[in-house]
C-alpha cells in the first residue's frame, strides 16, 4: 500500500535561515509527488510537482524540491526563510490508479524573528 | 485561473440538523472533485470522489447516507452532512480536477463546521 511519511510534525527555523522538510514515501512504480502548503483561510496551494525527468524541481515561492528515489525521498527546501514562509506543509503522492492524493501528515513550519 | 470556492466558510449548527456545503470551480470544469475530511493536527482524510451525472465513490469507512455528495453539474458539487453530531465537527475541503487524466486538483479554502 502506498503511504507518505513526513517526520517532523513541526520545524522551527529562524528567519532568513535555510529550510528543509522531509518526505518519504512508499509506493511500487515510479511515483507523482506533490508539495503543497496550507496556510489559515487559505486553500491547499500546489508549490511543486514531480512526475518524471530532472529530479531537482523548482517551485513558486522559491521552493524547490529533490526526488532520490534510493531513499525513496522527497525533501523540500528553500535556501532563505520569511516569516510569510510560516504554514503547514504537506506531502502527497498519487495513485495512479484513480488519481487520488495520499496525503503525509503534515509538517507545521514555526518562523522565529 | 483554476480558482475553487467553498460555501460556507464556517458554520454552526446544532445537534440532529444538516448543512449543506457547496464547492464550485469558478473558471473551468472540474469532471472530478474530491472531498476531505481535516481533523486537528492531521492530515487530509478522502472522504468521497464525485464525478459529474454519476454517484460519488465513498472510501472505506464514509457512510455515505450521512454524508450525501450530488456533482450535479461541472462545476458545482455539494457535501449535505445529514442528522449532523459533534463528532462530526471538523474541517472540510473540496478539490476539483479539470480533466480526466490530470493529476492535478485545486483546493478549496475549507468549511470550518461545528455541530453543537
Known amino acids: 500500500a502506498q503511504s507518505v511519511t513526513q517526520p517532523d510534525i513541526h520545524i522551527t527555523v529562524s528567519e532568513g535561515a535555510s529550510l528543509e522538510l522531509r518526505c518519504n514515501y512508499s509506493y511500487g512504480a515510479t511515483p507523482y509527488l506533490f508539495w503543497y502548503v496550507q496556510s489559515p483561510g487559505q486553500g491547499l496551494q500546489l508549490l511543486l510537482k514531480?512526475?518524471?525527468?530532472d529530479t531537482l524541481v523548482q517551485g513558486i515561492k522559491g521552493f524547490e524540491a529533490e526526488f532520490k528515489r534510493s531513499q525513496s525521498s522527497f525533501n523540500l527546501r528553500k535556501p532563505s526563510v520569511h516569516w510569510s514562509d510560516a504554514a503547514e506543509y504537506f506531502c502527497a503522492v498519487s495513485s495512479d490508479s484513480n488519481y487520488q492524493l495520499i496525503w503525509g501528515a503534515g509538517t507545521k513550519l514555526i518562523i522565529k524573528p | 485561473g483554476a480558482v475553487v470556492s467553498q460555501h460556507p466558510s464556517r458554520v454552526i449548527c446544532k445537534s440532529g440538523t444538516s448543512v449543506k456545503i457547496e464547492c464550485r470551480s469558478l473558471?473551468?470544469?472540474?469532471?472530478?472533485m474530491f472531498w476531505y475530511r481535516q481533523f486537528p493536527k492531521k492530515s487530509l482524510m478522502l472522504m468521497a470522489t464525485?464525478?459529474?451525472?454519476?454517484?460519488?465513490?465513498?472510501e472505506q469507512g464514509v457512510e455515505k447516507d450521512k454524508f450525501l455528495i450530488n456533482h450535479a453539474s461541472l462545476t458545482l458539487s455539494t457535501l449535505t452532512v445529514t442528522s449532523a453530531h459533534p463528532e462530526d465537527s471538523s474541517f472540510y475541503i473540496c478539490s476539483a480536477r479539470p480533466l480526466a487524466d490530470s493529476y492535478e486538483q485545486y483546493f478549496g479554502p475549507g468549511t470550518r463546521l461545528t455541530v453543537t
Open positions: 514531480y512526475f518524471s525527468g
Open positions: 473558471d473551468f470544469q472540474a469532471t472530478t
Open positions: 464525485s464525478n459529474e451525472g454519476s454517484k460519488a465513490t465513498y
